[in-house]
């Protein structure tokens, strides 16, 4: 199958989870998502990022977004890992985790890269938004841990990105200046930003942070 890129329809599917049967899109209703997989079960990397999501679960809640993990290992393998994930993260795990067996769901977002493992799925992350589009993808090795403060900052980006003529510069956070758009003119700017803003050059205007709509 052909690499899925930014822009492009997330593949729907179904599939067996650690709480039951799922569609995709009807898991994520109107709102945002997070899928990213896992190399497998009962492996240390892993055992600390599902802990991770699982803590900043609220966080992702207030962004509107659902979290779905994935790994090529069995139902009941998920059910004892997400106990040792419980219990050595002190957490609870609270959001379904793929069992992806057959490797249906791996290889329709293309999570098996064959130069890296020819069985086991790569840290692949995919944020698709609520017209069920793929907005941001990012791979990282089996052997790096993924920074989920990093995910939500480019969700808080995407989101406000996506309803204001705004771009986010280097290392933004939530709150700081951004940029305002090439496409708009100094005079819809004054409109569109009633805080104002500054011309560093033509091409490099900051201007507060908008409201999210």
């Given at each position: 199958m052909s690499t899925l890129r930014l822009g492009d329809k997330a593949p729907?599917?179904?599939?067996?989870?650690?709480?039951?049967?799922?569609?995709?899109?009807?898991?994520?209703?109107?709102?945002?998502?997070?899928?990213?997989s896992h190399p497998a079960d009962y492996t240390p990397v892993c055992t600390t990022e599902l802990g991770t999501v699982a803590k900043y679960k609220i966080e992702?809640?207030?962004?509107?977004?659902?979290?779905?993990?994935?790994?090529?290992?069995?139902?009941?393998?998920?059910?004892?890992?997400?106990k040792d994930i419980n219990e050595t993260q002190n957490t609870q795990v609270n959001f379904p985790i793929i069992a992806d067996e057959d490797r249906k769901v791996s290889d329709l977002y293309d999570m098996i890269h064959p130069n890296a493992n020819e069985t086991?799925?790569?840290?692949?992350?995919?944020?698709?938004?609520?017209?069920k589009t793929i907005k941001l993808i990012i791979t990282y090795p089996a052997s790096t841990g993924r920074n989920f403060d990093e995910l939500l900052r480019v969700i808080d980006s995407l989101q406000l990105t996506a309803y204001q003529k705004v771009a986010t510069p280097a290392n933004w956070n939530q709150g700081q200046d951004v940029v305002i758009s090439p496409s708009v003119s100094n005079e819809e700017a004054k409109i569109l930003f009633p805080k104002g803003f500054t011309e560093v050059k033509p091409y490099l205007r900051l201007t507060p942070q908008p409201v999210s709509k």
């Open positions: 729907n599917f179904q599939a067996q989870t650690s709480e039951g049967p799922i569609d995709f899109y009807e898991y994520l209703g109107d709102g945002w998502g997070v899928l990213f992702f809640e207030k962004r509107n977004t659902k979290v779905i993990a994935l790994s090529v290992d069995g139902l009941e393998s998920h059910k004892g890992w997400i086991f799925t790569v840290r692949s992350v995919f944020v698709i938004g609520p017209d």
